[in-house]
C-alpha cells in the first residue's frame, strides 16, 4: 500500500522561486546543467550536475516534471540545507549523480514519483544498489530480459545483431540507457546473451557480482533517500512522509555492505534433504495436527479447554506453518514480503490439469501475477486455509494469519523468524563441510530463491524420490515461466545450468558414476585421453579434468538438459537437427535447431549421438518396462487391438534398449 506523501503545490516554476534558490556555489537553478564550486578554499574547483539524462522510458528527466522537481530540490537542499554538509564540489556532484540515477532506476521499475514509493520498495531498491549503479538502475536486468526473448537468430531484428552478435550501442538505444553509463556491465550482458543463442554459456559481470561495494558508496544512495524524508518540509516539491530507515541511512548502508552479499547457497544435499524432510513432515503431521486445533478451538469457552494444552497445539501448528512456508518458498522462487502478501483465494487449479497461484512480483512485474506451481505448493496453500473456524472468513485477508488457540485472536504468523529452530528439529541443519567437518547452517528465505533450479536438477536424477512424487508438474516448461518473469531469478538458472555442467564433468572425472550412451561414452574417452596427455607432466586431480571436460562441452556448443531418461547434450544448432534422434521422427523446417523433446522419450533417446545415460536413467527405463508389461498383458487378455499392438511394440523397443544400456 502506498503511504501518504508530503506534497507541496507547484509555483511558477517547478514550486519554487529561483530568486530564493541563489547561493554562491551554484550558477542559475533554473539550469538543466548546474555548475557547482567548492566553497573551501578559493573556490575554483567546478563540477556539473547534469539533469538532462534520458530515463528508461526514453523521455528526459526534465520531461518528468514530478520526479525533476523533487530532484533539483533534493540536490539543492541536501547543501544548502543543515541535514549534512558539503563544501567540495566533487561530494556534491556524487550526491547529484547518485539522484538522477535513484531517478533512472525508479522509472525503470514503473515508478514516476518519489510520493509513491512504499517501504518494500526502497527497501529493494538499496538492496540492489548495494552491488552498485548496475543494481541501482538494473540496466542489466533489462537487458537480460529483453534478449532472454529470443531463442535462435531468426528472431533478433536486425537492427540489434550483425553477424550472429548483439550490438551493445543498439541494446542501449532499445533500453534508453545512457551511452556513457555502465560500460563494462552492459558490454558484458550483451556478449552473455550472444554466447547463448550461439549454443555456449557465458556468465555476465552482473552474474559474477558476488560481493557488495562498500558501505560508503552505499551511504551515498541511503542517504538521499533519507535526505527525502528528513528535508521534507523544505522541499517544494514531492517528497517522502515517513521514515524510511528507522536504524538510519548510515546502519541500512553498512548492514547492507556486511550482510546483503550474494546469498550464500546451501549445499545441494543439505538443501535436498531439508526440502526431502520438510515435505514429509507436512504430509505426515498436517492431518493429524489440524484435528488437534479444530478441536481445541471447538473447546473454547468450555470447561475441557486447557490453556497448557492450547500452547502445545500452537506450538505444532507454527511448525506445521513453517513446513508449508519453506515449500512455498522453495517452489515459487518468491521473496518472504511477497508471499507473507498472500491472500486466501491466492489458488486456481486442480490435480489434473495443474495449479496456479496468483502472487505479487514486486521488482518486475509490480502488480498481482498468477504463476503455475507444483501439486505441493497447492497442498501448502490448502493446509494454511483450514487454519481458520470461522466460515465467513474474507477471502482477501491474508493467508499467513490464524485464529491462535491461546489467545483466540486473529494473529500474523511469522515462520520466516523460525526456519532454523525448524530445520533443526528435522534434522536438516547441520552438513559436512569439503574437510569432513561438522557444520550448522543458518536458513535464510532468500536462500531458497536457488532451491528450484536445483531441484530441477537434481530430481531428475533420481535421488529424492518423495519430491519426484509430490512435485509432479513440476517441469522444464515450468522453470521457463518462472525465469521469464523475474531477471533475478533467470542469472539463479543460469548459474546452476553451469554448475549441471560441472556436477556431470565431475561424475564422469573421477568416475563416481558410469555414464553409457553415445555422449557418455565419447566423454569418457576423452577423459583418457587428457589423463594420458597430462600424465607425464602434472598430476591430473578431477577439479582439472573436469574444467578441461566442459571446454569440451561448450566448444561443442552442447547444451544439457535433463530428462527423467536421459541427460540429453544436443547442440541448439541446425546441424544438430540432422543427428539428433527425436528429429528423425518428428522432421525439422530450415529454422529449426536442436531436439525436439515432444518426440523424445526412453524408446528413442538411448540411440542419440547425444545421449547422456546414467544409472538414475536406467533405473526410471526399468520401471517404464515394467509398467508398460503389465500393461500390455492386461490389453492382450482383452484380445488383439491395434492398441495391445502398439504397446506390445513399444515394450519390446524399451526392452531392448534396456538390455544393451545395462550391458553397456
Same mark, same amino acid.
Given at each position: 500500500?502506498? @503511504?501518504?506523501?508530503?506534497?507541496?503545490?507547484?509555483?511558477? #516554476?517547478?514550486?519554487?522561486?529561483?530568486?530564493?534558490?541563489?547561493?554562491?556555489?551554484?550558477?542559475?537553478?533554473?539550469?538543466?546543467?548546474?555548475?557547482?564550486?567548492?566553497?573551501?578554499?578559493?573556490?575554483?574547483?567546478?563540477?556539473?550536475?547534469?539533469?538532462?539524462?534520458?530515463?528508461?522510458?526514453?523521455?528526459?528527466?526534465?520531461? %518528468?516534471?514530478?520526479? *525533476?522537481?523533487?530532484?533539483?530540490?533534493?540536490?539543492?537542499?541536501?547543501?544548502?540545507?543543515?541535514?549534512?554538509?558539503?563544501?567540495?564540489?566533487?561530494?556534491?556532484?556524487? #550526491?547529484?549523480?547518485?539522484?538522477?540515477?535513484?531517478?533512472?532506476?525508479?522509472?525503470?521499475?514503473?515508478? *514516476?514519483?518519489?510520493?509513491?514509493?512504499?517501504?518494500?520498495?526502497?527497501?529493494?531498491?538499496?538492496?540492489?544498489?548495494?552491488?552498485?549503479?548496475?543494481?541501482?538502475?538494473?540496466?542489466?536486468?533489462?537487458?537480460?530480459?529483453?534478449?532472454?526473448?529470443?531463442?535462435?537468430?531468426?528472431?533478433?531484428?536486425? #537492427?540489434?545483431?550483425?553477424?550472429?552478435?548483439?550490438?551493445?550501442?543498439?541494446?542501449?538505444?532499445?533500453?534508453?540507457?545512457?551511452?556513457?553509463?555502465?560500460?563494462?556491465?552492459?558490454?558484458?550482458?550483451?556478449?552473455?546473451?550472444?554466447?547463448?543463442?550461439?549454443?555456449?554459456?557465458?556468465?555476465?559481470?552482473?552474474?559474477?557480482?558476488?560481493?557488495?561495494?562498500?558501505?560508503?558508496?552505499?551511504?551515498?544512495?541511503?542517504?538521499?533517500?533519507?535526505?527525502?524524508?528528513?528535508?521534507?518540509?523544505?522541499?517544494?516539491?514531492?517528497?517522502?512522509?515517513?521514515?524510511?530507515?528507522?536504524?538510519?541511512?548510515? =546502519?541500512?548502508?553498512?548492514?547492507?555492505?556486511?550482510?546483503?552479499?550474494?546469498?550464500?547457497?546451501?549445499?545441494?544435499?543439505?538443501?535436498?534433504?531439508?526440502?526431502?524432510?520438510?515435505?514429509? *513432515?507436512?504430509?505426515?503431521?498436517?492431518? %493429524?495436527?489440524?484435528? /488437534?486445533?479444530?478441536?481445541?478451538?471447538?473447546? =473454547?469457552?468450555?470447561?475441557?479447554?486447557?490453556?497448557?494444552?492450547?500452547?502445545?497445539?500452537?506450538?505444532?501448528?507454527?511448525?506445521?506453518?513453517?513446513?508449508?512456508?519453506?515449500?512455498?518458498?522453495?517452489?515459487?522462487?518468491?521473496?518472504?514480503?511477497?508471499?507473507?502478501?498472500?491472500?486466501?483465494?491466492?489458488?486456481?487449479?486442480?490435480?489434473?490439469?495443474?495449479?496456479?497461484?496468483?502472487?505479487?512480483?514486486?521488482?518486475?512485474?509490480?502488480?498481482?501475477?498468477?504463476?503455475?506451481?507444483?501439486?505441493?505448493?497447492?497442498?501448502?496453500?490448502?493446509?494454511?486455509?483450514?487454519?481458520?473456524?470461522?466460515?465467513?472468513?474474507?477471502?482477501?485477508?491474508? /493467508?499467513?494469519?490464524?485464529?491462535?488457540?491461546?489467545?483466540?485472536?486473529?494473529?500474523?504468523?511469522?515462520?520466516?523468524? @523460525?526456519?532454523?529452530?525448524?530445520? @533443526?528439529?528435522?534434522?536438516?541443519?547441520? #552438513?559436512?563441510?569439503?574437510?569432513?567437518?561438522?557444520?550448522?547452517?543458518?536458513?535464510?528465505?532468500?536462500?531458497?530463491?536457488?532451491?528450484?533450479?536445483?531441484?530441477?536438477?537434481?530430481?531428475?536424477?533420481?535421488?529424492?524420490?518423495?519430491?519426484?512424487?509430490?512435485?509432479?508438474?513440476?517441469?522444464?516448461?515450468?522453470?521457463?515461466?518462472?525465469?521469464?518473469?523475474?531477471?533475478?531469478?533467470?542469472?539463479?538458472?543460469?548459474?546452476?545450468?553451469?554448475?549441471?555442467?560441472?556436477?556431470?564433468?565431475?561424475?564422469?572425472?573421477?568416475?563416481?558414476?558410469?555414464?553409457?550412451?553415445?555422449?557418455?561414452?565419447?566423454?569418457?574417452?576423452?577423459?583418457?585421453?587428457?589423463?594420458?596427455?597430462?600424465?607425464?607432466?602434472?598430476?591430473?586431480?578431477?577439479?582439472?579434468?573436469?574444467?578441461?571436460?566442459?571446454?569440451?562441452?561448450?566448444?561443442?556448443? %552442447?547444451?544439457?538438459?535433463?530428462?527423467?531418461?536421459?541427460?540429453?547434450?544436443?547442440?541448439?544448432? %541446425?546441424?544438430?537437427?540432422?543427428?539428433?534422434?527425436?528429429?528423425?521422427?518428428?522432421?525439422?523446417?530450415?529454422?529449426?535447431?536442436?531436439?525436439?523433446?515432444?518426440?523424445?522419450?526412453?524408446?528413442?533417446?538411448?540411440?542419440?549421438?547425444?545421449?547422456?545415460?546414467?544409472?538414475?536413467?536406467?533405473?526410471?527405463?526399468?520401471?517404464?518396462?515394467?509398467?508398460?508389461?503389465?500393461?500390455?498383458?492386461?490389453?492382450?487378455?482383452?484380445?488383439?487391438?491395434?492398441?495391445?499392438?502398439?504397446?506390445?511394440?513399444?515394450?519390446?523397443?524399451?526392452?531392448?534398449?534396456?538390455?544393451?544400456?545395462?550391458?553397456?
Amino acid at each position: 500500500m502506498a @503511504q501518504v506523501v508530503n506534497f507541496r503545490p507547484h509555483k511558477q #516554476y517547478h514550486g519554487v522561486n529561483p530568486e530564493d534558490r541563489r547561493r554562491s556555489w551554484l550558477d542559475s537553478y533554473e539550469g538543466h546543467k548546474w555548475t557547482v564550486t567548492d566553497t573551501i578554499g578559493t573556490g575554483d574547483d567546478s563540477q556539473i550536475i547534469n539533469f538532462d539524462v534520458p530515463m528508461a522510458d526514453g523521455r528526459s528527466l526534465i520531461r %518528468h516534471e514530478d520526479l *525533476y522537481a523533487t530532484a533539483k530540490e533534493l540536490v539543492f537542499w541536501i547543501r544548502a540545507g543543515t541535514y549534512t554538509r558539503i563544501d567540495d564540489a566533487e561530494r556534491h556532484k556524487q #550526491y547529484g549523480a547518485n539522484m538522477v540515477r535513484l531517478c533512472y532506476g525508479l522509472t525503470a521499475r514503473g515508478i *514516476y514519483s518519489f510520493g509513491s514509493l512504499t517501504t518494500i520498495e526502497i527497501d529493494a531498491i538499496c538492496a540492489d544498489a548495494a552491488f552498485g549503479a548496475d543494481g541501482l538502475t538494473v540496466c542489466s536486468q533489462r537487458i537480460k530480459k529483453l534478449l532472454s526473448e529470443y531463442t535462435n537468430w531468426g528472431e533478433v531484428p536486425e #537492427y540489434l545483431a550483425k553477424d550472429k552478435e548483439f550490438d551493445a550501442v543498439a541494446v542501449r538505444d532499445q533500453l534508453n540507457i545512457p551511452r556513457r553509463w555502465l560500460k563494462a556491465e552492459v558490454e558484458s550482458e550483451v556478449r552473455s546473451a550472444t554466447a547463448r543463442l550461439n549454443g555456449k554459456l557465458l556468465l555476465s559481470v552482473a552474474d559474477l557480482k558476488e560481493e557488495p561495494i562498500t558501505s560508503q558508496n552505499i551511504n551515498l544512495v541511503t542517504m538521499v533517500i533519507e535526505a527525502l524524508f528528513a528535508l521534507r518540509h523544505v522541499i517544494e516539491a514531492t517528497s517522502i512522509a515517513f521514515r524510511p530507515f528507522p536504524e538510519g541511512a548510515a =546502519r541500512r548502508a553498512e548492514d547492507l555492505g556486511r550482510l546483503i552479499s550474494r546469498t550464500p547457497v546451501p549445499p545441494p544435499e543439505l538443501a535436498m534433504r531439508l526440502l526431502e524432510n520438510t515435505t514429509r *513432515y507436512m504430509i505426515d503431521h498436517n492431518e %493429524h495436527v489440524l484435528a /488437534l486445533y479444530r478441536d481445541l478451538m471447538a473447546e =473454547r469457552g468450555s470447561s475441557s479447554w486447557s490453556r497448557g494444552r492450547a500452547e502445545e497445539v500452537a506450538k505444532r501448528v507454527r511448525s506445521l506453518v513453517v513446513a508449508c512456508y519453506i515449500l512455498i518458498a522453495a517452489f515459487t522462487a518468491r521473496r518472504t514480503e511477497e508471499i507473507k502478501l498472500l491472500e486466501r483465494e491466492c489458488l486456481a487449479g486442480n490435480n489434473g490439469d495443474g495449479w496456479w497461484m496468483r502472487i505479487y512480483i514486486e521488482k518486475t512485474e509490480r502488480q498481482l501475477t498468477w504463476m503455475p506451481v507444483p501439486d505441493l505448493v497447492a497442498r501448502a496453500v490448502e493446509i494454511l486455509k483450514s487454519l481458520t473456524t470461522n466460515p465467513d472468513v474474507d477471502p482477501k485477508s491474508h /493467508l499467513f494469519e490464524y485464529a491462535d488457540p491461546v489467545s483466540g485472536k486473529i494473529v500474523e504468523l511469522s515462520p520466516e523468524t @523460525q526456519l532454523n529452530n525448524f530445520t @533443526q528439529s528435522i534434522g536438516a541443519r547441520e #552438513y559436512a563441510n569439503d574437510n569432513n567437518e561438522t557444520k550448522e547452517w543458518s536458513w535464510i528465505t532468500r536462500q531458497f530463491r536457488r532451491l528450484f533450479a536445483v531441484i530441477f536438477f537434481y530430481r531428475y536424477r533420481g535421488r529424492i524420490q518423495t519430491l519426484a512424487h509430490q512435485l509432479r508438474h513440476f517441469d522444464s516448461r515450468m522453470t521457463n515461466d518462472y525465469v521469464t518473469m523475474d531477471p533475478e531469478v533467470a542469472k539463479i538458472w543460469d548459474q546452476e545450468v553451469w554448475n549441471h555442467q560441472i556436477e556431470i564433468a565431475r561424475d564422469i572425472v573421477t568416475g563416481r558414476t558410469t555414464y553409457s550412451g553415445a555422449m557418455g561414452k565419447r566423454l569418457t574417452r576423452l577423459v583418457e585421453v587428457l589423463r594420458v596427455k597430462f600424465s607425464d607432466s602434472i598430476t591430473v586431480v578431477s577439479e582439472a579434468a573436469g574444467a578441461a571436460l566442459v571446454r569440451q562441452l561448450r566448444k561443442g556448443q %552442447h547444451v544439457l538438459t535433463p530428462k527423467l531418461w536421459v541427460t540429453c547434450s544436443c547442440p541448439r544448432t %541446425h546441424g544438430a537437427c540432422e543427428k539428433a534422434a527425436c528429429r528423425k521422427l518428428s522432421g525439422y523446417g530450415e529454422k529449426d535447431v536442436g531436439p525436439e523433446f515432444a518426440s523424445a522419450g526412453p524408446g528413442v533417446c538411448p540411440d542419440c549421438p547425444f545421449a547422456l545415460i546414467g544409472p538414475e536413467n536406467l533405473v526410471y527405463i526399468d520401471e517404464q518396462r515394467a509398467a508398460l508389461a503389465a500393461s500390455a498383458k492386461a490389453m492382450a487378455m482383452e484380445g488383439p487391438t491395434i492398441f495391445a499392438e502398439l504397446q506390445a511394440a513399444q515394450l519390446l523397443k524399451i526392452t531392448t534398449t534396456s538390455n544393451r544400456q545395462n550391458a553397456a
